[in-house]
């Protein structure tokens, strides 16, 4: 493979876990604490409202355990394409 | 040990409160000798080989300022659901950090967020844009933070509040102006520790005593200790609509200004140059992403923590003070009526605190920072416990102050004197040129802490909507879209910088009307810290329409942009 289309397919790979990853990011925060907080707060879990609890905790645990998956994907990702140092 | 304890039990908390802060202002002195600065690379990253442990302790305090320690619990306390928009858009930045800049950034290597600016859109105009954006930014943020060194001192160790703005500006001083960002980083190290120890004890002692479960996090949503059976939660909701308050975990702002207010807090983090000069610490691409990671753990294990400290001291002051004789209120209440943060007026004279929702029946009138400042007392926990409280606030202070200052100074000794005025100034020059603008940038925000402008508490919340409409969207398109050119980024910067200052002027200060207007008249019913959103928006739109009519950045930029895509070899990028 030349440096140019090995760089590029990195990036085509990168960009894909990205979009997953926000994608998850946005349902969490936007999604189940505000947009369907009202419809989540139906369902109780121990004292929390579930719409309430992913506005309020839910949605903060998911974010760092989302930063946590990326590293390893991309120190995966890196070692393929022989960037890693 | 029965007679260390005894004697512990004596020390007025006072005498506590100059035992910790004396002690960790030693520290903070300390670490600033042991590092001091030697060159530019040192003063403005550190020399570039901080680990990722390290940087992401250091990212953690320099971000948690006294809004977050004093500040945030009680405005959730007050506001219940829609204090969501804090914890979601000051933590969910951190993912658009780590997955779309913090890497990009460090890869290309430079020392400050206008030097990346000004390459990647190869101008001096679009660089002079970041450098007034930046100081914009900052200077908003780092009056508030001095006012809050202020405060801490004069409520705990009962001096004038100017005299601990000038106390917090002397120990900033030493250590910014001495060791750079290499003081500055160990320094915050330290004050992590400090500051989350510090929130942590007093939340432990209470989660016990209100729900028997030492974890806060769990503990506000468990059941009641008392043997209801009741879930602690479900009390305060009904103790809210009983005072005519809306549901505690309701909530009353509209979706779309919750939405907006979110993103815009959300988007704004990720591009605040304090934050973002971070990650021009660590030595590899890598290190960035991890260290973004880290930063976020160590923000959260507070974050998470807060709406807890919320729920908490919301319910034991209702329950304490709510239709209570008012000659019978606890010494805590005295104490904080002196310093105006509590007020009592008994307007229908039957000598009982009235505190509900309809604001002419209403007669306690309460400060949100009590919520965090007052909650030991409240709970009666031990004086040193107390004292803890304002050690941590002033390390939350003065940790993000420090990073403030440091990039006010980088932005003019680096990107107006180096990069633009003086190129030919030597490293020993530039370096004497960063200290005297950290010296005059501590001065100017002291001045701004002893005489508060009316209108900074208001734009220190909107400092995010500030770098969500400027910076984010222009570094976002420099990385993701090689064909960005100058010309779209520089108009989108200042369209979007210019709509949202114009929104705040208009909306929140009231400078164009005599009164600042109602709700009602918001865009589409979104308030002023929302507007962030769609002033970045705007900024987007703006950039890629003029991009289309004009002509793709030269080869060699485009060629860096491609560089800064693959993670290897960052380590040459620094030495330019």
Known sequence: MTNKSNSKAYWKENIRYVLILLFIWFLVSFGAGIIFKDALNEIKIGGFKLGFWFAQQGSMYVFVILIFVYVRLMNKLDKKYGYDE | ?576
């Open chain 2, 1 to 576: 040990m029965m007679n260390s304890l005894l004697i512990a039990e004596q020390v007025s908390v006072q005498n506590w409160t100059y035992i910790l802060v004396g002690l960790t202002f030693t520290l903070y002195i300390g670490i600033a000798i042991w590092s001091r600065a030697g060159s530019t690379k040192e003063f403005y990253v550190a020399g570039g080989g901080v680990s990722p442990l390290a940087n992401g302790m250091a990212t953690a305090a320099d971000w948690m300022s006294a809004a977050s320690f004093i500040s945030m619990a009680g405005i959730i306390s007050f506001a219940g659901y829609d204090g969501a928009v804090y914890l979601m858009g000051w933590t969910g930045g951190y993912v658009l950090l780590a997955l779309l800049l913090a890497p990009y950034l460090r890869k290309f290597g430079k020392f400050t967020v206008p030097d990346f600016i000004g390459d990647r859109y190869y101008s001096n105009t679009a660089r002079t844009v970041g450098v007034f954006c930046a100081l914009l930014v900052s200077f908003t943020y780092v009056a508030g933070q001095m006012r809050g060194v202020g405060l801490v001192f004069s409520r705990f160790l009962e001096v004038d509040i100017n005299t601990g703005v000038i106390i917090g500006m002397l120990i900033v001083l030493f250590y910014a102006v001495l060791g750079g960002m290499k003081g500055i980083t160990y320094t915050q190290v330290a004050q992590y520790c400090v500051l989350i120890f510090a929130f942590m004890v007093p939340v432990i002692f209470i989660s016990i005593q209100m729900t028997g479960n030492p974890i806060p996090q769990l503990g506000f949503g468990g059941e009641l200790a008392d043997g209801s059976g009741t879930y602690l939660l479900d009390k305060l909701d009904g103790l809210s609509t009983d005072l005519g308050f809306a549901e505690y975990t309701e909530g009353s702002k509209p979706l779309i200004d919750v939405f907006a207010i979110t993103l815009a807090l959300m988007v704004g983090t990720a591009g605040l140059p304090h934050v973002i000069v971070r990650f021009f610490t660590v030595k590899r691409v890598k290190d960035a992403r991890k260290s973004a990671g880290i930063a976020l753990l160590l923000i959260v294990i507070l974050y998470t923590t807060a709406p807890a400290v919320s729920v908490f001291a919301r319910t034991n002051m209702i329950e304490t003070v709510s239709n209570q004789p008012y000659a019978n209120v606890p010494e805590w209440f005295k104490k904080w009526e002196t310093t105006k943060l509590i007020t009592f007026t008994d307007k229908n004279n039957d000598g009982l605190i009235q505190y509900v929702a309809d604001k002419s029946k209403n007669e306690l009138v309460v400060d949100r920072d009590i919520m965090v400042l007052a909650n030991p007392e409240i709970a009666q926990l031990p004086n040193w416990v107390i004292a803890l409280v304002a050690a941590g606030a002033l390390a939350a202070a003065l940790s993000t102050a420090a990073g403030l200052l440091l990039v006010i100074s980088a932005s003019v000794s680096h990107d107006l004197i180096k990069k633009m005025i003086n190129p030919k100034i030597s490293e020993k020059g530039e370096l004497v040129a960063a200290r005297l603008s950290a010296v005059v940038a501590v001065c100017v925000a002291g001045y701004f802490g002893i005489n508060p402008p009316g209108f900074v508490a208001a734009t220190v919340a909107l400092a995010f909507g500030l770098a969500a409409a400027s910076f984010f969207p222009a570094i976002i398109l420099g990385i993701f879209y090689k064909r960005m050119n100058k010309e779209g980024a520089i108009a989108g910067m200042v369209v979007g910088i210019t709509a949202m200052l114009l929104y705040m002027i208009k909306y929140k200060l009231g400078w164009f009307d005599e009164v600042v207007p109602d709700k009602s008249e918001w865009w589409f019913g979104i308030s002023p810290e929302g507007f962030g959103t769609v002033a970045m928006l705007l900024n987007f739109i703006v950039s890629i329409t003029i991009m289309k009519f004009t002509k793709a950045p030269p080869k060699e930029v485009q060629d860096i942009v491609e560089k800064i895509r693959i993670p290897s070899g960052a380590g040459e990028a620094v030495n330019h």
